[in-house]
């Protein structure tokens, strides 16, 4: 926490008195806001709520008070400043963030509104810094239309696929991202198809997506897919060919273990011979599984050394974040 000044003292000893609060609320709150506030359900609430990375920034004073008519909260943030800070419309725009998600770690499922009181005593006069954040941005008016409506979305699953064809190199991210979960990838490999031969993606690039349709989507026969995927791409033929030998020889190795377990297991109840070859077969099914999911951390590790961004590995290997943790040690 900051060093706390003579000044700070005097201001928080007089604010952090709820009655003395809401007279100063009475007093400053702008009158739309004043309206809607019930100030005699004022509550002092803990002003420890900012990120670690902003530890050295905790707000000065922060009340709750509930809402008139309907239910809720406002959230009144009182910060005290002896000297001018430029970048104070800044620092004020971070503790109502962090204000709301501490409210919503409370088990609420609605932003509540915070109203941000910089109460200023300096030697220049009167404050010389705008408390409006947006014209701390290089080009204001950009910002405000950019702030000031819903953020931009790029929802995949309405694009019709004719469209994602036409983008270029994200054009095979989307289109499998968009069907992942609704249909059998087979029935993309036409597109799929188009999209490869025109060669706009990394061998990286592929190899993390080949994996990813196969570890997560929904792919009824992966060897028919692997192998066509091999016909009709001969730019990505060895790739695809070293996928598949990577995942017929863990299923063959696991499929040994698994059938000799099972084998022993299943064959002192319905004979050695049955339960040895169903046991090969069920182990032979969970190491193609096993063998996959190998693939995607190899090819996940691969993504990591050459620099990509860990969240975007997760996004398209379908691995957990303690499983990267696990791949950097």
């Known amino acids: 926490m900051p060093t706390t000044t003579p000044h700070d003292a005097v201001f928080k000893q007089f604010l952090s008195d709820p009655d003395t609060a809401r007279d100063f609320l009475d007093i400053h709150l702008p009158p739309a806001l004043h309206d809607v506030c019930d100030l005699s359900t004022l509550r002092l609430e803990p002003n420890g709520f900012i990120e670690p ?7 000065d004073i922060l009340y709750s008070v509930e809402t008139r008519g309907a239910p809720g909260y406002v959230y009144c943030l009182i910060e005290h400043q002896s000297t001018p800070d430029k970048l104070m419309a800044f620092r004020l725009m971070r503790y109502c963030l962090a204000a709301m998600q501490s409210h919503l770690l409370k088990g609420h499922d609605g932003l509540p509104l915070v109203v941000p009181l910089l109460f200023y005593h300096g030697r220049q006069s009167p404050y010389p810094y705008s408390t409006h954040w947006f014209d701390l941005f290089v080009q204001p008016e950009l910002a405000t239309r950019l702030y000031n409506q819903p953020f931009p979305l790029v929802d995949v699953t309405v694009i019709p696929d004719e469209q994602i064809l036409q983008h270029k190199r994200v054009a095979l991210l989307e289109l499998v991202q968009k069907h992942i979960r609704q249909r059998d990838m087979m029935e993309l490999i036409d597109k799929l198809s188009l999209l490869l031969k025109l060669g706009t993606c990394s061998q990286t690039q592929v190899e993390a997506l080949v994996n990813y349709m196969l570890q997560t989507g929904d792919t009824a026969e992966p060897k ?5 995927l091999a016909h009709i791409s001969p730019q990505y033929k060895e790739l695809v060919v070293t996928i598949a030998d990577r995942l017929r020889e863990a299923a063959r190795q696991e499929g040994r273990q698994e059938g000799r377990q099972e084998g022993r297991l299943e064959g002192r109840q319905e004979g050695r011979q049955e339960g040895r070859q169903e046991g090969i077969e069920k182990g032979i099914e ?7 999911h190998e693939g995607v951390r190899q090819v996940a590790h691969k993504m990591l050394a050459n620099g990509i961004a860990p969240q975007t590995v997760m996004q398209l290997t379908g691995l957990t974040e303690q499983e990267l943790d696990q791949l950097r040690h």
């Open 53 to 59: 990375d902003l530890s050295a920034y905790y707000s």
């Open 224 to 228: 028919a897919l692997l192998h066509e």
């Open 286 to 292: 969970k190491g193609i599984a096993k063998g996959i």
